[in-house]
């Protein structure tokens, strides 16, 4: 009897879709190989989902008192799972294509796991990279202009460390447990705007698109839009725009707002923009109003600090004249975001030639005046810029109320934050020790960025079918404080085996989804 923990189930998942099958037929046989490319990569994924003190460049340590030969095949020893043979395991995926393998193994996993898909959920995040990396290169190209090495370079850190050079992961997702249906590996310094509507374009057919893809504002451009014929989507539209600023602002009647989601109302109005007639949904959050009210009450603080030094500045000069004084307060009131400046007169005073109390009869040099104001909150520009807190622009091509109703674009984009942003933080876990690489090779980070994109499909798969095994049985599993959930995370499902919790707090009913014997192993 073995004690396989959690990793039994992660076999399942891998066994199931097929994964070693698929790989090995991308990257074909290796002459005296003991453990093909497909396995090795079995045993990276095993790794990344360890949840131990064993990262990645460890590999060959954490199989160390593992049945191998249970978990991977006969004859496959924790000595043949070393550093080597992942180096070379991750040269044979960059070889055979990350991109293109990674979409026969989704595939795969849809055909097996029939989970279904209303709408893809695209972004792309950043991971800084240890070393001295060349980045000047312009990168070599295939056939179809894409890079065919990433540059490790800087550019915008998600990850708040601008000084290390880093690589861009691109992820397109199912909305159903942000399963992940394509990832694709870019440079540090990539534009946003341009690279991700460019990946949906070329992999549209390999994709088998849902309903609606989902993107965020940078997506929003003419450009964009026109590349993006044929595809239905939900985007937000950026508040620089000219249009949405005048929207994001306007006063509007009560009467004109209808409720959405819970905590949200919006109303719609047509648009074209970039030649693409639109629908825009403009939202106003409750949540997000009162978040934004606690920060307008900072700038409105900080804006007081400033307004006080330019009246200073003020109250110190001297004017020629009453109205040269009226009007420099009046421009400098104008240009304040949100208090004015109220005039309170003028005090005359006379230069003399020469110190002390001026003679009988004397003329004065010069006769100046200093200017008298106060400071206040300008009312009603505080309104207006309360006007537009909570507010944000969501727009669609599709015109159909029916098909689409405002509150599905609502949900359909908020959905981002579960499916693919969740993934994302799953992978910069600390407990998944991939948030930073340390490869000397771009084409074996681009393999590595493979490995970790693998990782998260499998643990979203089985998210979801325990999930729905759950509610298919009509069961529940106990959370962390023991009450009943029929949606466990399935890390906590995890942490349940390593603890050897199960099986006495896991009925096999709900795990019958993984169709795994070593579950009662």
């Known amino acids: 009897m073995y004690d396989l923990g959690h990793l039994g189930l992660v076999a399942s998942i891998l066994d199931q879709i097929g994964l070693v099958q698929i790989v090995d037929q991308f990257v074909g046989p290796r002459p005296g190989e003991k453990v093909s490319t497909g396995m090795a990569l079995k045993a990276a994924i095993l790794n990344a989902l360890g949840f131990v003190t064993s990262p990645l460049y460890l590999f060959g340590h954490f199989f160390q008192g593992k049945p191998t030969e249970l978990l991977l095949g006969p004859g496959i020893t924790p000595e043949l799972l070393n550093d080597d043979r992942m180096g070379r395991m991750l040269d044979s995926l960059y070889a055979a294509g990350v991109t293109e393998l990674f979409v026969e193994v989704a595939k795969s996993a849809r055909r097996v796991f029939p989970f279904p898909v209303r ?25 179809g202009d894409e890079p065919l090495v990433i540059r490790l370079t800087h550019g915008y850190s998600r990850d708040h460390r601008p000084d290390l050079k880093q690589w861009v992961m691109n992820l397109i997702c199912a909305d159903t447990g942000g399963i992940p249906l394509l990832f694709a590996p870019g440079d540090g310094n990539q534009s946003d705007q341009e690279a991700l509507v460019s990946l949906l374009a070329r992999y549209r057919q390999s994709l088998e698109l849902g309903e609606v893809v989902v993107l965020d504002g940078a997506s929003y451009s003419q450009e964009n839009l026109g590349a993006l014929r044929g595809f239905s989507w939900v985007m937000r539209v950026p508040a620089t725009l000219k249009e949405a600023k005048v929207l994001l602002r306007k006063e509007l009647p009560q009467e004109a707002w209808r409720p959405l989601l819970p905590g949200y109302r919006g109303l719609e109005v047509e648009s074209e923009y970039g030649g693409v007639r639109q629908r825009w949904l403009l939202v106003e959050s409750q949540e997000r109003a009162r978040m934004e009210e606690a920060s307008l009450q900072q700038r409105i603080a900080r804006a007081e600090g400033e307004a006080r030094k330019v009246l200073g500045r003020l109250t110190a000069r001297t004017f020629a004249c009453e109205a040269d004084a009226r009007r420099a307060l009046s421009e400098a009131s104008g240009r304040l975001p949100l208090h004015r400046l109220v005039y309170l ?15 009988k009869g004397e003329r004065p040099l010069a006769v100046v ?59 910069k876990d600390p407990l998944f020790f991939a948030e930073s690489t340390f490869l000397k090779r771009p084409e074996r980070v681009m393999a590595l960025g493979m490995v970790m994109a693998l990782a998260l499909l499998v643990y979203a798969l089985g998210e979801w079918a325990l999930r729905r095994r759950l509610w298919e049985t009509g069961s529940s599993l106990p ?26 707090l896991l009925p096999r009913p709900p795990l019958a989804c993984f169709k795994s014997s070593w579950v009662t192993s």
Do not use: I
């Open 119 to 143: 709408a893809l959920h695209v972004d792309s995040t950043s991971f800084h990279v240890h070393g001295a990396y060349r980045s000047g290169e312009e990168g070599q190209t295939d056939t």
């Open 345 to 359: 007169g003028v005090q005359e005073e006379r230069q003399w030639e020469r110190v002390g109390r001026p003679r």
């Open 369 to 427: 005046y200093r200017l008298r104001a106060r400071l206040e909150v300008d009312q009603e520009k505080l309104e207006r810029a309360r006007r537009g807190l909570g507010r944000f622009l969501l727009a669609t091509n599709v015109l159909d109320r029916e098909g689409l109703p405002p509150q599905e674009v609502l949900r359909r984009y908020k959905d981002q934050a579960r499916t693919v942003e969740r993934g994302f933080r799953f992978l």
């Open 479 to 504: 959370d962390q404080k023991g009450r009943p959930t029929a949606k466990p995370t399935l890390r906590w499902v995890f942490q349940l085996f390593m603890s050897g919790l199960y099986p006495k």
